[in-house]
């Protein structure tokens, strides 16, 4: 297994979708090649990274602009809903 | 860039990063069964739990403003006037999210007709090995306050390329299955995987001198 074929299989080793073959023979690589380990992990934190960052809030001038929007025309898509909003 | 063997290396253990299920309360069925029935104060909980969610999620497909507000406010409306199709048989969530992917594409090719082509083959001649390898150290972005944090993070999605940028999005932001990801987007299950790598590693270059070693320090 060389460096090449470990970013080939970056994203489905990532992922866990790889077989547990495949899997072995890249994690043998991992603990002989430092640079390789780096990709991997630093590619993981990136993904984390993005995966566990909080939405910022609504601007507050958007968040009234689409409450006053689904205000007016939910009561007009279902005329018959209870208005308990 | 392989080197010889070093003594005891430490393998960090690759976790599977958290599923769609960590998304959704375990009330939800009830809330959209209640909306269902024509219950408007159960889909405003509903908006109120995602709609920062979705908002983050048109803005970075339109990386427009104003487009990301629509497409937001339209995919919402559209969820609400077409509940009844909604049968259950995937999470609310991943159909809103398949909505707003929808509104935020519309703009978008309205906008930039010749840049967004999802199907389209991507140029494979780039070299995809890694050219920036340094260590991050531990809790990276720990480094960083919480806002700086949010436009650095938007700025390097924002950078990519539409078609990875999108893939990205669904896969790793909102946590999509591959499959679903193909299928919210028409694409193959393979040209995912592929576009996802490629985004992956933008990005990890993109974040790379924020975060390595000495960084922000």
Not at chain 1, 18 to 31: G, K, Q, V
Not at chain 2, 128 to 134: K, N
């Amino acid at each position: 297994m060389r460096c090449r074929d470990i970013v080939r299989e970056l994203a489905d080793y990532l992922d866990e979708a790889l077989d547990p073959t495949l899997r072995a023979s890249i994690e043998e690589h991992l603990c002989k090649c430092e640079d390789c380990r780096i990709v991997v992990d630093t590619t993981k934190q990136t993904i984390d990274i993005f995966c566990n960052s909080e939405p910022a809030p609504l601007p507050q001038t958007t968040r009234q602009r689409l409450h006053e929007a689904l205000a007016k025309r939910l009561r007009r898509a279902r005329p018959g809903a209870s208005p308990q909003a | 860039m392989e080197k010889s063997p070093v003594n005891s290396p430490k393998l960090n253990p690759v976790q599977h990063h958290t599923l769609p299920s960590q998304v959704v309360k375990a009330d939800e069925p009830e809330l959209v069964a209640a909306a269902k029935s024509g219950d408007i104060s159960a889909f405003d909980t509903l908006v109120n739990r995602y709609e920062r969610k979705i908002f983050r999620l048109t803005q970075n497909i339109t990386q427009n403003r104003e487009d990301a507000e629509d497409a937001m406010q339209e995919a919402f409306l559209k969820a609400y006037e077409h509940l009844d199709n909604f049968e259950g048989n995937s999470r609310f969530y991943t159909w809103l999210v398949r909505i707003a992917v929808n509104q935020a594409l519309m703009k978008l090719r309205r906008r930039r007709p010749n840049v967004v082509s999802l199907d389209e083959e991507i140029d494979t001649g780039e070299d995809t090995m890694p050219r920036e390898i340094e260590d991050w150290g531990p809790s990276p972005s720990d480094r960083y306050e919480q806002t700086e944090m949010g436009d650095i993070l938007s700025k390097a999605i924002g950078d990519l390329d539409p078609s990875f940028r999108i893939v990205f999005q669904l896969r790793d932001i909102e946590q999509l299955s591959t499959e679903e990801t193909a299928e919210a987007l028409g694409l193959s299950v393979p040209a995912v995987k592929s576009r996802l790598l490629r985004a992956r590693l933008k990005l990890r270059q993109r974040l790379n001198p924020y975060f390595r070693r000495g960084a922000n320090s």
